[in-house]
C-alpha cells in the first residue's frame, strides 16, 4: 500500500525543517588509502590488503583521484576549496577493522556551497568531505537486521572506498523539496563524473535529518536522523512519517528526543536505533600518518575545466534560447501563459540528456518552442532512442513541422518511425504514409465549408470569441484526417474574419 501522499503536508500550524546528509562513493579506480581495486559486486573479501584491513603497521596513501573528484563536487556546488585534513574518528563496528574511520573533521575541503532546485530554491551546501567507506555487514535471519539475526557476515571490499560526505544546510520545508534536492544532486554527481550515483548499489545514500516546531517558533525544533532511505521516494515517505510522529508527540505534550532513527520501508515507519551520539563520543584526532590536502588554484582551476555543464546550466541554456533569438520566446501564436509547462518541459529534457537535441534544432533555425515541445513530450517518451538519434533528421523533421509541410499530428508519426530507426530521411517517411502536405487552395476550400457548417460560431468568432478557432480547427482536421496544418487553418481564419 503506498501510504506516500506526495509530501509537504504537515499539520496545520506546524512546519517541518530538513537538512540532508548524503554520502556518495566515488568513481575512483582505486580505493582512498590502498590500492584495492574499488568495483561494486566483486567476490566478498577479494579487493583488500593490509591497508584497508587495519593491520598493524600499515600505512594510508592518500588517492589523488579521490581529492580531485572531491574537488569537482565541490565547484559543481559552488563551494569554496580550502586546505584540508584528515582526523579519525574512533568507534567499533565489525565493518570497520581498524577501529577508526579517516574522515575530514574541523577543517573539511569543500565549504559553503549551494545547489539550486529546478524551480529556482536554493538549498545551501555547509560542507562536502572526504572520508573512507566502512565494509558491509549482511546479518543472516529473517528480519535481515542485526536483532535476532542467526549470524552476521562481513565483506570488506567497500573498506577504505572513497567517499563525499555532503551536508545541506537545514534549509528544506516540505518532502517535495528533500526529493527534488536529493534528484538534483545526483544528477549533479552523476554529471561531474564524481559517482555513478546509484542509489540501489549504495552509491549514493541519504540521511535525513527532520524536525518540526510550531510556525510562530523562531528556533528550531529537535532533529532526529533517519537512516536507510535507499530511494527518492523513500525519502519523502520518512519524511512525511516522521514529522506526523514529531508533531503527534508534541502536541501530546511529549518531546523529541535527538536519535538516530530507522527506516522500515516494509512498515512505512521510522524506529529508533540509537540515540544520537556526539561529537566528543568519537575522540577525534588528527591522523598522524597523513600531511594536509592544500589544493592551490592551478589544481582548481585544472579540475574545474574538466567540469562539463551541470543540470542548472543547462536548464538556464534552454531558458535563454527560449526567451531570445528567433521570436520563439514570449509569443508562439497560441497565446498561453505557460511559464510552468515550460519550467516543466525544460527539467524533463534535461533531466533525460535530450537537451542537446533541442539545441542542436534551435541552431538549425527550428523554433524553440516547437523543439522544446516535441522533444519534452514526443521524444522523451522513448528517450533512449531519442539520445541516439541522428540530429539530422530530427532538424529535417522538425523544420518540415515548422514550414507547414506536416501538421502536427503527422510530425508526431514521424517522430515515431525516426525514434525506432535511430534516423532517417523524414520526407521520404512522409511520403510512404502519404502524409502529403495540404494544397493551399484545398485548404481554403475545406475552412470555408467548416465556416459555413457552424454559422453561429462563425458569427461569434467574428465578434471576438478568438477561441472559438478550435471549433473550426476541429472540424477541418476531421474532415482532413489531421493532414491539415492547424497555424495554416488559425491564419486562414483570420484572413476570412478580415
Ligand atoms: P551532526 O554533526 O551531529 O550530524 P550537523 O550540525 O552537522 O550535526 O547537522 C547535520 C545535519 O542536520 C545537517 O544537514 C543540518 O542541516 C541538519 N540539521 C541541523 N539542525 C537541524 C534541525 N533542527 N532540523 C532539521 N535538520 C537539522
Ligand atoms: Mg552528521
Ligand atoms: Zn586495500
Not at 291 to 296: K, L, M, N
Given at each position: 500500500m503506498d501510504r506516500y501522499q506526495g509530501g509537504g503536508v504537515v499539520t496545520e500550524g506546524w512546519e517541518l525543517v530538513i537538512g540532508l546528509e548524503v554520502h556518495c562513493e566515488l568513481r575512483t579506480?582505486?580505493?582512498?588509502?590502498?590500492?584495492?581495486?574499488?568495483?561494486?559486486?566483486?567476490?566478498?573479501?577479494?579487493?583488500?590488503?593490509?591497508?584497508?584491513?587495519?593491520?598493524?603497521?600499515?600505512?594510508?596513501?592518500?588517492?589523488?583521484?579521490?581529492?580531485?573528484?572531491?574537488?569537482?563536487?565541490?565547484?559543481?556546488?559552488h563551494c569554496d576549496i580550502r586546505p584540508s585534513t584528515f582526523h579519525r574518528k574512533n568507534y567499533f563496528y565489525p565493518d570497520q577493522a581498524k577501529d577508526y574511520q579517516i574522515s575530514q573533521y574541523d577543517e573539511p575541503i569543500n565549504v559553503d556551497g549551494w545547489l539550486d532546485l529546478p524551480d529556482g530554491f536554493r538549498v545551501r551546501v555547509e560542507r562536502a568531505h572526504l572520508e573512507e567507506d566502512t565494509g558491509k555487514t549482511t546479518h543472516a535471519g529473517a528480519s535481515g537486521r542485526i536483532h535476532g539475526a542467526d549470524y552476521s557476515l562481513v565483506d570488506y571490499n567497500r573498506s577504505g572506498v572513497p567517499l563525499v560526505e555532503i551536508v545541506s544546510a537545514p534549509d528544506m520545508r516540505t518532502a517535495v523539496q528533500a526529493r527534488a534536492y536529493a534528484t538534483e544532486l545526483r544528477a549533479i554527481l552523476i554529471a561531474s563524473g564524481a559517482s555513478d550515483g546509484k542509489m540501489e548499489e549504495g552509491s549514493m545514500r541519504v540521511d535525513a535529518n527532520v524536525s518540526v516546531r510550531r510556525s510562530t517558533d523562531a528556533t528550531f525544533g529537535t532533529r532526529c536522523e533517519i537512516k536507510n532511505l535507499n530511494s527518492v521516494r523513500s525519502l519523502g515517505r520518512a519524511i512525511d512519517y516522521e514529522a506526523q510522529r514529531q508533531v503527534a508527540l508534541l502536541e501530546s505534550g511529549g518531546v523529541v528526543e535527538q536519535q538516530t532513527r530507522h527506516w522500515d520501508e516494509g512498515t512505512g515507519r521510522t524506529e529508533t536505533l540509537r540515540s544520537?551520539?556526539?561529537?566528543?563520543?568519537?575522540?577525534?584526532?588528527?591522523?598522524?600518518?597523513?600531511?594536509?590536502?592544500?589544493?592551490?588554484?592551478?589544481?582548481?582551476?585544472?579540475?574545474?575545466?574538466?567540469?562539463?555543464?551541470?543540470?542548472?546550466?543547462?536548464?538556464?541554456?534552454?531558458?535563454?534560447?527560449?526567451?531570445?533569438?528567433?521570436?520563439?520566446?514570449?509569443?508562439?501564436?497560441?497565446?498561453?501563459?505557460?511559464?510552468?509547462?515550460?519550467?516543466?518541459?525544460?527539467?524533463?529534457?534535461?533531466?533525460?540528456?535530450?537537451?542537446?537535441?533541442?539545441?542542436?534544432?534551435?541552431?538549425?533555425?527550428?523554433?524553440?518552442?516547437?523543439?522544446?515541445?516535441?522533444?519534452?513530450?514526443?521524444?522523451?517518451?522513448?528517450?533512449?532512442?531519442?539520445?541516439?538519434?541522428?540530429?539530422?533528421?530530427?532538424?529535417?523533421?522538425?523544420?518540415?513541422?515548422?514550414?507547414?509541410?506536416?501538421?502536427?499530428?503527422?510530425?508526431?508519426?514521424?517522430?515515431?518511425?525516426?525514434?525506432?530507426?535511430?534516423?532517417g530521411d523524414p520526407a521520404m517517411l512522409a511520403k510512404e504514409k502519404g502524409f502529403e502536405a495540404m494544397s493551399a487552395d484545398s485548404l481554403v476550400e475545406t475552412v470555408g465549408q467548416a465556416v459555413a457548417a457552424e454559422p453561429d460560431a462563425w458569427a461569434r468568432y467574428c465578434d471576438g470569441e478568438d477561441k472559438l478557432a478550435q471549433v473550426f480547427v476541429g472540424k477541418v482536421m476531421k474532415a482532413t484526417r489531421g493532414q491539415a496544418n492547424g497555424k495554416a487553418v488559425v491564419a486562414e481564419l483570420q484572413r476570412l474574419r478580415g
Amino acid at each position: 500500500m503506498d501510504r506516500y501522499q506526495g509530501g509537504g503536508v504537515v499539520t496545520e500550524g506546524w512546519e517541518l525543517v530538513i537538512g540532508l546528509e548524503v554520502h556518495c562513493e566515488l568513481r575512483t579506480e582505486t580505493k582512498l588509502f590502498c590500492g584495492c581495486r574499488n568495483l561494486f559486486g566483486d567476490e566478498p573479501n577479494s579487493n583488500v590488503c593490509p591497508v584497508c584491513l587495519g593491520l598493524p603497521g600499515s600505512l594510508p596513501v592518500l588517492n589523488q583521484r579521490a581529492v580531485e573528484l572531491a574537488m569537482a563536487i565541490g565547484t559543481a556546488l559552488h563551494c569554496d576549496i580550502r586546505p584540508s585534513t584528515f582526523h579519525r574518528k574512533n568507534y567499533f563496528y565489525p565493518d570497520q577493522a581498524k577501529d577508526y574511520q579517516i574522515s575530514q573533521y574541523d577543517e573539511p575541503i569543500n565549504v559553503d556551497g549551494w545547489l539550486d532546485l529546478p524551480d529556482g530554491f536554493r538549498v545551501r551546501v555547509e560542507r562536502a568531505h572526504l572520508e573512507e567507506d566502512t565494509g558491509k555487514t549482511t546479518h543472516a535471519g529473517a528480519s535481515g537486521r542485526i536483532h535476532g539475526a542467526d549470524y552476521s557476515l562481513v565483506d570488506y571490499n567497500r573498506s577504505g572506498v572513497p567517499l563525499v560526505e555532503i551536508v545541506s544546510a537545514p534549509d528544506m520545508r516540505t518532502a517535495v523539496q528533500a526529493r527534488a534536492y536529493a534528484t538534483e544532486l545526483r544528477a549533479i554527481l552523476i554529471a561531474s563524473g564524481a559517482s555513478d550515483g546509484k542509489m540501489e548499489e549504495g552509491s549514493m545514500r541519504v540521511d535525513a535529518n527532520v524536525s518540526v516546531r510550531r510556525s510562530t517558533d523562531a528556533t528550531f525544533g529537535t532533529r532526529c536522523e533517519i537512516k536507510n532511505l535507499n530511494s527518492v521516494r523513500s525519502l519523502g515517505r520518512a519524511i512525511d512519517y516522521e514529522a506526523q510522529r514529531q508533531v503527534a508527540l508534541l502536541e501530546s505534550g511529549g518531546v523529541v528526543e535527538q536519535q538516530t532513527r530507522h527506516w522500515d520501508e516494509g512498515t512505512g515507519r521510522t524506529e529508533t536505533l540509537r540515540s544520537k551520539e556526539e561529537a566528543y563520543d568519537y575522540r577525534y584526532f588528527r591522523e598522524p600518518d597523513l600531511v594536509p590536502v592544500v589544493p592551490d588554484a592551478e589544481w582548481k582551476a585544472a579540475v574545474a575545466d574538466t567540469l562539463g555543464l551541470m543540470p542548472a546550466q543547462r536548464r538556464a541554456r534552454l531558458v535563454e534560447l527560449l526567451s531570445g533569438g528567433n521570436g520563439a520566446g514570449g509569443n508562439d501564436g497560441d497565446g498561453d501563459g505557460d511559464g510552468e509547462l515550460r519550467v516543466d518541459q525544460i527539467a524533463t529534457v534535461v533531466d533525460l540528456g535530450l537537451d542537446d537535441l533541442v539545441v542542436g534544432a534551435v541552431a538549425a533555425g527550428v523554433p524553440a518552442t516547437l523543439a522544446l515541445a516535441r522533444t519534452a513530450n514526443e521524444a522523451a517518451t522513448d528517450a533512449e532512442a531519442a539520445r541516439r538519434l541522428d540530429g539530422s533528421s530530427y532538424v529535417a523533421l522538425l523544420t518540415l513541422e515548422a514550414s507547414g509541410s506536416l501538421s502536427a499530428t503527422q510530425a508526431k508519426v514521424v517522430l515515431g518511425d525516426l525514434l525506432l530507426a535511430g534516423g532517417g530521411d523524414p520526407a521520404m517517411l512522409a511520403k510512404e504514409k502519404g502524409f502529403e502536405a495540404m494544397s493551399a487552395d484545398s485548404l481554403v476550400e475545406t475552412v470555408g465549408q467548416a465556416v459555413a457548417a457552424e454559422p453561429d460560431a462563425w458569427a461569434r468568432y467574428c465578434d471576438g470569441e478568438d477561441k472559438l478557432a478550435q471549433v473550426f480547427v476541429g472540424k477541418v482536421m476531421k474532415a482532413t484526417r489531421g493532414q491539415a496544418n492547424g497555424k495554416a487553418v488559425v491564419a486562414e481564419l483570420q484572413r476570412l474574419r478580415g
